[in-house]
């Protein structure tokens, strides 16, 4: 599998894991051509959830997650992004045959 199906089927997973918990889902990622931008650039979608704080996620491989954090507490915006959602990093790993979710780490308001 090449990293953009990868990461396509990552999202997909993710997708139907959130839905299966009641969560709308937001794509949040824009493909033109060969390139994609992340919302805000640091999520890939948005859950939402009546009476909860909307969720944004970015979706990984296990092995890029704390990469993907520090880019994310990294972003100018995140202070302010985070008074309104909350922002989760999702890395999958393959155990056996099957892909499955293995570390979720939130990114939290700080200031």
């Known amino acids: 599998m090449n990293n953009r199906a990868r990461a396509a089927f990552f999202m997909k ?8 918990y009641g969560w709308l889902w937001l794509q949040a990622e824009c493909t033109c051509g060969t390139r994609s931008k992340d919302g805000w650039g ?14 944004g996620i970015q979706i990984t491989a296990h092995s890029a997650i704390s ?9 100018e915006q995140i202070d302010e992004i985070l008074k ?26 700080t200031h």
Do not use: M
Not at 42 to 55: E, L, N
Not at 67 to 75: G, P, S
Not at 96 to 103: A, D, H, N
């Open 84 to 109: 309104s959602v909350r922002i989760l990093v999702i890395g999958w790993k393959k155990k056996g045959r099957l892909w499955e979710p293995t570390k979720v780490r939130a990114v939290s308001y």
């Open 13 to 20: 997973k993710t997708q139907e894991l959130f839905e299966s």
């Open 67 to 75: 990469n993907r954090a520090k880019k994310i507490e990294d972003c």
């Open 42 to 55: 640091i999520v890939d979608a948005i859950a939402f959830k009546p009476r909860h704080t909307p969720i």
